[in-house]
T-cell receptor, first 114, second 112 residues
Framework: EAEVAQSPRYKITEKSQAVAFWCDPI?????LYWYRQILGQGPELLVQ????????DSQLPKDRFSAERLKGVDSTLKIQPAELGDSAMYLC????????????FGPGTRLTVL | KQEVTQIPAALSVPEGENLVLNCSFT??????LQWFRQDPGKGLTSLLL?????REQTSGRLNASLDKSSGRSTLYIAASQPGDSATYLC???????????FGTGTQLKVEL
């Protein structure tokens, strides 16, 4: 069964360091999403890609966060510098091209900033 | 701005009981609603997707209903099992782009 892959699963870093997360969507899924989930809350969208283009990054803190999907397949989310408030679960999801299709999520990366 | 609320925040039931989880949303102009399951420290598993034109969807012991006009959805779990223990999240798509707006979830514990 096809799944969304993410790595690393866990990341511990110190404040002001740089971190990067990787996501490989389900094969053939043109749309890729990065969500952030703070403990006890629902996920919130950070950025959405359609192929290699950004569709929505209105909630991405652009002063420290960046995301890319250069070849329209896998994607990287970077934080530099990390802050204490960035501690959260970072979830990647993908869906087929077209409107309002079901989203499938990966296992997530748990980030702890010390 | 769309807001999604899930009640109750936590629920504990004995094994075998049928139960209902509730989800409400403030903007009824949704395109679809999706129910997810999340185990502690894990990602989200999609359970059911209901398009705005549908009233309900079923998968095994799960049945989700949608009343778009009243801004409500319910997830019915029949004959609950300890393995159903998890957090259940509902999310809606409102407007273009397929962005999901999530509730804060209902933490379910099914006891032996």
């Amino acid at each position: 069964e096809a799944e969304v892959a993410q790595s690393p699963r866990y990341k511990i870093t110190e404040k002001s360091q740089a971190v990067a997360f990787w996501c490989d969507p389900i094969s053939g899924h043109a749309t890729l999403y990065w969500y952030r989930q703070i403990l006890g809350q629902g996920p919130e969208l950070l950025v959405q890609f359609q192929d290699e283009s950004v569709v929505d990054d209105s909630q991405l803190p652009k002063d420290r966060f960046s995301a890319e999907r250069l070849k329209g397949v896998d994607s990287t989310l970077k934080i530099q510098p990390a802050e204490l408030g960035d501690s959260a679960m970072y979830l990647c999801a993908s869906s087929r091209q077209g409107s309002y299709n079901e989203q499938f999520f990966g296992p997530g990366t748990r980030l702890t900033v010390l | 701005k769309q807001e999604v609320t899930q009640i109750p925040a936590a629920l504990s039931v004995p094994e075998g009981e049928n139960l209902v989880l509730n989800c409400s949303f403030t903007d009824s102009a949704i395109y679809n609603l999706q129910w997810f399951r999340q185990d502690p420290g894990k990602g989200l598993t999609s359970l059911l997707l209901i398009q705005s034109s549908q009233r309900e969807q079923t998968s095994g012991r799960l049945n989700a209903s949608l009343d778009k006009s009243s801004g409500r959805s319910t997830l019915y779990i029949a004959a609950s099992q300890p393995g159903d223990s998890a957090t259940y999240l509902c999310a809606v798509v409102t407007g273009g782009g397929n962005k999901l707006t999530f509730g804060t979830g209902t933490q379910l514990k099914v006891e032996l």
